[in-house]
């Protein structure tokens, strides 16, 4: 006997808005005619009723979304010539009083039924010719649509399904699969995809998730989100309330030790292929030396330059080549970067704690070493989590994370450019690939999907797509993202801010959202020229420049001749 828990979600509707006609292009679609142009949305959910198996006792509602439409039958079009005159008026003079003269043909992706421990299942039957077509019901859907209900533990409240009015549909992530199979915002400019981020970060530091995520915030705009600092919205009873900690330029501070040989060399200026090879062996000759944990600084490696490049001339003697202090030139410069330190260092456990958002703002370092920052930080991260899973480091050691951690890369094209070398684009892909099974999450977001790299685009099993009106970054979407029905993607351009496609891990199906508001200060909005233009003009701000500007007042110098004043 069939369990209440495995039986099909039930929907229901008191509205029938068509009759099937027939199956469509393919097998999986179906068309049906109706006369209600006001439900017959692209992304709209409607199903039909197939008998089902005994054990379910109960029909099977088969849910689908309807992908394209098109007007089949009107009032001629003589009728609307005339723009003086309602069409309405001279169909009722030639005694045509219908009160809905159009008629559409409306084609259905087919979803399936929905089964609790299965999720949708196609059950392979095409409805007959005929048969009524519902419009799925705003409880029901909520319930097939999200994992997880508002509010449970492990779910993330995102926003409203964008087709029902008032908000009635709340749309909400299973944030385990968010977090787990990482995640991908794709938005064009201004298209609001910080600030989804923002709800995302939200939802992640409520009392029902605690999570503990980094930011990688090239821009500076999320540092609002210390707004959650004290707000009710994110406090609990057990007295939960999240860890806000933003770092500016000035408290990043990386191991100069933790940095690899790619890492130092992208810092460098450009160097010849000797100079290359010279810094190399220093390196093998470094870790040779200074086996272990040893915290190495600048000086040991210019040392070891300098060993590396020693050569003998014919009678035996030592000397050094021209490369070292070439090198040593370079270097130096990279021991007075106010980032790169023999000591201080940001370590895993100063970064991640399950509660808390650190944000690590970058917006006034190089985009060089924004890469070298970002590449030690997610490898040192990756290694803390694989190391403490696999039991080889202590509570006492900074590597030490007994949690899984969620990082959050803004601007990712940046640092996985799609046909340009970079120093994170390896740890990522790496990440990306390993870093489910040792619980450490990433989410890129970035306005050109186009100029992403494909292997990593593809990794992110949950995607947010929001307004993209680029050719190329609509393309590269159609091949990266593979969760998102077409149909969908063709409503890229219509889209408006904050109206966003979610497809992937995270849903049953993908969906068409509203972004729900922000309960902390958007930190990325457009400054607005004109209004501080005119401010410039304003009577008090003149008044302030003329002050400025005006020479110090001061008592003039006495007049002397030969020494001797003459006033």
């Not at 939200?202 to 999570?211: F, G, K, M, V």
């Not at 990593?456 to 190329?472: A, G, H, K, T, Y």
């Amino acid at each position: 006997m069939t369990s209440v828990t495995s039986a099909p979600v039930a929907l229901s509707s008191s509205q029938t808005i068509g009759t099937v006609k027939g199956p469509g292009e393919d097998g999986n679609q179906y068309v049906f005619i109706t006369a209600n142009n006001r439900h017959v949305k692209i992304g709209e959910f409607v199903y039909y009723e197939v008998p089902a198996a005994e054990a379910f006792q109960m029909p099977l509602q088969i849910l689908g979304k309807i992908s394209a439409r098109c007007l089949i039958d009107h009032l001629p079009d003589r009728i609307f010539a005339d723009t003086e005159i309602s069409p309405e008026a001279i169909a009722a003079l030639v005694g045509f009083t219908h009160p809905s003269p159009e008629i559409y043909e409306v084609t259905v992706d087919v979803i399936g039924y929905f089964h609790r421990s299965l999720g949708f299942m196609n059950p392979r039957k095409t409805p007959d010719p005929g048969a009524k077509v519902y419009l799925a019901d705003d409880a029901g859907l909520q319930q097939v649509l999200n994992k997880r209900q508002p509010g449970e533990v492990g779910s993330a409240h995102i926003g409203s399904l964008l087709l029902r009015e008032t908000a009635s549909v709340p749309i909400a992530l299973d944030v385990k699969e968010l977090v787990s199979t990482h995640m991908a915002i794709l938005a064009g400019t201004g298209s609001g995809k910080s600030y989804t981020a923002g709800v995302l970060v939200e939802e992640l530091l409520s009392p029902h998730n605690r999570a503990a995520v980094l930011i990688f915030d090239p821009h500076g705009e999320y540092g609002t989100l210390s707004d959650m600092r004290g707000h009710p919205d994110f406090t609990a009873a057990d007295g939960y309330a999240p860890k806000v900690k933003v770092l500016t330029p000035d408290d990043v501070r990386i191991r100069v030790s933790s940095l690899d040989y790619y890492d130092i060399l992208t810092l460098l200026p450009e160097m010849s292929d000797r100079q290359q090879s010279i810094l190399n062996k220093a390196f093998t000759i470094l870790k040779r030396h200074k086996r272990g944990d040893y915290r190495w600084g600048v000086n040991d490696l210019i040392a070891a330059v300098y060993e590396a490049d020693r050569t003998q001339d014919d009678e035996g003697n030592e000397k050094t080549g021209s490369s070292a202090p070439a090198i040593e030139w370079k270097l130096d410069r990279l021991d007075r970067s106010a980032y790169f330190h023999s000591i201080d260092h940001l370590a895993p456990k100063d970064l991640f704690e399950p509660g808390q958002v650190t944000v690590l703002q970058m917006n006034e370092i190089s985009q060089e070493e924004q890469q070298v920052i970002c590449a030690a930080v997610l490898r040192q991260a990756s290694h803390a989590r694989m190391n403490t899973e696999k039991g080889n480091i202590t509570s006492e050691d900074e590597n030490y994370l007994p949690y899984p951690v969620f990082v959050l890369l803004e601007e990712a094209h940046r640092f996985a450019p799609a046909h340009e070398p970079s120093r994170c684009k390896m740890i990522l892909r790496t990440i990306l690939s390993e870093g489910r099974k040792f619980g450490m999450g990433v989410g890129l977001i970035t306005q050109r999907p186009g100029k992403l790299d494909s292997d990593v685009l593809s990794q992110c099993m949950s995607q947010f797509i929001m307004r993209i009106v680029n050719p190329v970054d609509q393309d590269s979407l159609k091949y990266g993202v593979e969760a998102a029905g077409r149909d969908l993607l063709k409503e890229l351009p219509a889209l408006t801010k904050g109206q966003v496609i979610v497809a992937g891990a995270c849903v049953n199906t993908p969906v068409l959202c509203q972004v729900r508001q922000r309960r902390t200060v958007h930190g990325g909005e457009t400054l607005n020229a004109p209004e501080l233009w005119q401010k410039h003009f304003q009577q008090h701000q003149v008044r302030a420049r003329e002050i400025e500007k005006a020479p110090v007042a001061g008592r003039s110098r006495s007049q002397t001749f030969r020494g001797v004043s003459i006033e």
